[in-house]
């Protein structure tokens, strides 16, 4: 059984940083890429950034610059370090892994981590 559990999130004023991380345990032949989307009220879920197993980063045009993506040398650990926090960051971040626990690749979410920015 997969779990992703993301854990960081939190209150902060403009300007300010916040890291978010995330763990996925049960992923026994291995982990893809993990991921990181958030979703703001009425909006959908927006896809902010990714690293792969050979540690090849994507971020959206709207985080680069400002954030940083990384993992832990086992692959099950992700990191977002979040800099220059603007109020439209204010979100639910969730963290996705696509990996393998059954002999298939899928996606695993976790249940999300709250970042709120105020002006």
């Known amino acids: 059984q997969v779990q992703v559990v993301e854990s960081g999130g939190g209150s902060v004023q403009a300007g300010g940083s916040l890291r978010l991380s995330c763990v996925a345990s049960?992923?026994?032949?291995?982990?893809?890429?993990m991921a990181w989307y958030r979703q703001a009220p009425g909006k959908e879920r927006e896809f902010v950034s990714h690293i792969d197993r050979d540690d090849r980063t994507s971020y959206a045009d709207s985080v680069k610059g400002r954030f940083t993506i990384s993992q832990g040398n086992a692959k099950n650990a992700l990191y977002l370090q979040m800099n220059s926090l603007k109020p439209e960051d204010t979100a639910m971040y969730y963290c996705?892994?696509?990996?393998?626990?059954?002999?298939?690749?899928?996606?695993?979410w976790g249940q999300g981590t709250q970042v709120t920015v105020s002006s």
């Open positions: 049960g992923c026994t032949y291995g982990v893809y890429l």
């Open positions: 996705k892994t696509n990996c393998n626990s059954d002999g298939y690749y899928r996606n695993y």
